[in-house]
T-cell receptor, first 114, second 111 residues
Framework: EAGVTQFPSHSVIEKGQTVTLRCDPISGHDNLYWYRRVMGKEIKFLLHFVKESKQDESGMPNNRFLAERTGGTYSTLKVQPAELEDSGVYFC????????????FGEGSRLTVL | EDQVTQSPEALRLQEGESSSLNCSYT??????LFWYRQDPGKGPEFLFTLYSAGEEKEKERLKATLTKKESFLHITAPKPEDSATYLC????????????WGLGTSLAVNP
């Protein structure tokens, strides 16, 4: 069974440009999460989808970040326009049950904003 | 504010040398505490869930314990393949399901 896949694995963009990160969760997992790790800091929650609905987006830094989950399957996270402080590793995770803390993570998308 | 603090930041052991990692937490009602392992270039990999003080979980050379203020991850007779960053996270008892993470402990086991 395929795990959580993320694309791209690494993206380097200029400040002001747009980047879209994609996450394909494990098939059948209704819960999809985005987390981010900035260098030297702990992993931070961004948002949580249940199927196609945003359950909790309290961790989204500002309105330059837009997350979508089409038809309750894959999800995209768009950063527009990117700023230097957006650099970090963006992790996607999925889970079958809402109340579990057992999340299945992808390998992450490393974003570098120059 | 919910917070997780892990110590030490880094630990180097000889193969077979047992030790413990610490995770101290403050949370407004604990739903669960989680241990994950992360290898370089990979995402975190789930190890254990602990729900209440006194609970213990074991998996191979790892054993996790929980009190009302902290959790320990005991590593018995570690092997080089146990080298990784070990992350602790908590989930509060509110309506959200987000995990609050510590910075992790980087463990290196020398052969």
């Amino acid at each position: 069974e395929a795990g959580v896949t993320q694309f791209p694995s690494h993206s380097v963009i200029e400040k002001g440009q747009t980047v879209t990160l994609r996450c394909d969760p494990i098939s059948g997992h209704d819960n999809l999460y985005w987390y981010r790790r900035v260098m030297g800091k702990e992993i931070k929650f961004l948002l949580h989808f249940v199927k196609e609905s945003k359950q909790d987006e309290s961790g989204m830094p500002n309105n330059r970040f837009l997350a979508e989950r089409t038809g309750g399957t894959y999800s995209t996270l768009k950063v527009q326009p990117a700023e230097l402080e957006d650099s970090g590793v963006y992790f996607c995770a999925s889970s079958l049950d809402l109340d579990t803390g057992e999340l299945f993570f992808g390998e992450g998308s490393r974003l570098t904003v120059l | 504010e919910d917070q997780v603090t892990q110590s030490p930041e880094a630990l180097r052991l000889q193969e077979g040398e047992s030790s413990s990692l610490n995770c101290s937490y403050t949370v407004s009602g604990l739903r669960g505490l989680f241990w994950y392992r992360q290898d370089p270039g990979k995402g975190p990999e789930f190890l254990f869930t602990l729900y209440s003080a006194g609970e213990e979980k074991e998996k191979e050379r790892l054993k996790a314990t929980l009190t009302k203020k902290e959790s320990f991850l005991h590593i018995t007779a570690p092997k080089p393949e146990d080298s990784a960053t070990y992350l602790c996270a908590v989930q509060n008892a509110g309506n959200n399901r987000k995990l609050i993470w510590g910075l992790g402990t980087s463990l290196a086991v020398n052969p």
